[in-house]
Every structure is written in C-alpha cells, then in structure tokens.
C-alpha cells in the first residue's frame, strides 16, 4: 500500500504557527522525496516546498522553497518515522489553502525537479488538509 497520509491542519490566526505532517507507507522518504502544494479557492494548485534525502548529481540532501514562504516555512524529515513535515511560520491570510503532500516514481528522486513540475504531473497525493489563516 504505496500512500501519503497527512495530519496537522487547522484554523489559525495571521502571524501564528502551524505544522503539517505527511507520514508515507509503501516506501522509504529517504528514496523518494517530497513535496508540498497548495491549492487556494478558485486558484491552481501550486508547488510550496520539496526535500529529499539524495538528490541527483550532488547525492546530499536538498531543500527549496516557493519565494513567498522563504524564510518561514521550513521542511524536514524524520527518516525514523518515515514522514516529512511543513513548519509554517508568521502565517498570512494568503496562506490559507489546501495543503497536499506529494511525490512521484520519477520526479519524486530529485526535489531541483519536483518544483519545476505541474501538479498533475505528479502521481501520489496525500489527503490534503485546511489551513485557514483568519482573524
């Protein structure tokens, strides 16, 4: 059973914190990386942040994220637990979405790949989870 189940969502007031969890079964994060989307009402749905343990070419880890949550944002992964997490920081009320998590059998190798990618290029999705960031 090859899956992402995530946790964590919620209501949360502008300039609070909130973090996402994204456990996976079927397979090892180590092997395939992660990423984060983010779909807003009425909006596309859009890549937020990706991390994956060896990256092509460079075999280190590699992280990178969207310009508008740089230095907020922050993802990790606990290879114990075999799950990636999104600590989201000084929450805006553009933040609010449907967060997803997300790999590939392909993309999901290199995360420098998975965030050139378009949503429906990548195949396993999490559940998806609200965060609302309302006053």
């Known amino acids: 059973q090859v899956q992402l189940v995530q946790s964590g969502g919620g209501l949360v007031q502008p300039t609070g914190s909130l973090r996402l969890s994204c456990a996976a079964s079927?397979?090892?994060?180590?092997?395939?990386?992660i990423s984060w989307f983010r779909q807003a009402p009425g909006k596309e749905r859009d890549w937020v942040s990706c991390?994956?343990?060896?990256?092509?070419?460079?075999?280190?880890?590699?992280?990178l994220y969207e310009d508008s949550v740089k230095g907020r944002f922050t993802i990790s992964m606990d290879k114990s637990r075999n799950t990636v997490y999104l600590q989201m920081n000084d929450l805006k009320p553009e933040d609010t979405a449907v967060y997803y998590c997300?790999?590939?059998?392909?993309?999901?190798?290199?995360?420098?790949?998975?965030?050139?990618?378009?949503?429906?290029?990548?195949?396993?999705w999490g559940q998806g989870t609200l965060v609302n960031v309302s006053s």
């Open positions: 997300a790999s590939d059998l392909v993309f999901g190798a290199s995360c420098s790949e998975m965030s050139r990618r378009h949503a429906s290029e990548l195949e396993l």
């Open positions: 991390i994956t343990y060896n990256e092509p070419l460079t075999f280190e880890p590699l992280t």
């Open positions: 079927g397979f090892a994060v180590v092997d395939r990386g």
